[in-house]
């Protein structure tokens, strides 16, 4: 099993920026990669970033350029760095973690970003 804690999530006004943190526990040694998620309520969850533990990332076109993901291998720490936010980026992100090649088998509880115009 894995673990993932979400941290990082506030409220902003549009055109700052904020770095969200996910933090893995457990058996993590069997991670594949990790993702960023959001979700907006009522609405299907959205995937943002994802990173490999070979480090390779991917991006949703809707936040490259704006979102960057990293990880810090030492802390099994995953993280999402936003820049210029928009009121539109108010939702509910979610980190997740997957051991094969394949759709995220674990998820975090999720944390709030909320931005104010």
């Known amino acids: 099993q894995v673990q993932l804690v979400e941290s990082g999530g506030g409220l902003m006004q549009a055109g700052g920026s904020l770095r969200l943190s996910c933090a893995a526990s457990?058996?993590?040694?069997?991670?594949?990669?990790m993702g960023w998620w959001r979700q907006i309520p009522g609405k299907q969850r959205d995937f943002l970033a994802g990173?490999?533990?070979?480090?390779?990332?991917n991006y949703a076109d809707s936040v490259k350029g704006r979102f960057t993901i990293s990880r810090d291998s030492a802390r099994d720490t995953v993280y999402l760095h936003m820049s210029n936010l928009k009121p539109e980026d108010t939702a509910v992100y979610l980190c997740?973690?997957?051991?094969?090649?394949?759709?995220?088998?674990?998820w975090g509880q999720g944390t709030q970003v909320t931005v104010s115009s």
């Open positions: 997740s973690a997957a051991r094969y090649p394949k759709p995220p088998e674990y």
């Open positions: 457990g058996r993590t040694f069997d991670i594949h990669a």
């Open positions: 990173i490999s533990m070979s480090g390779i990332t």
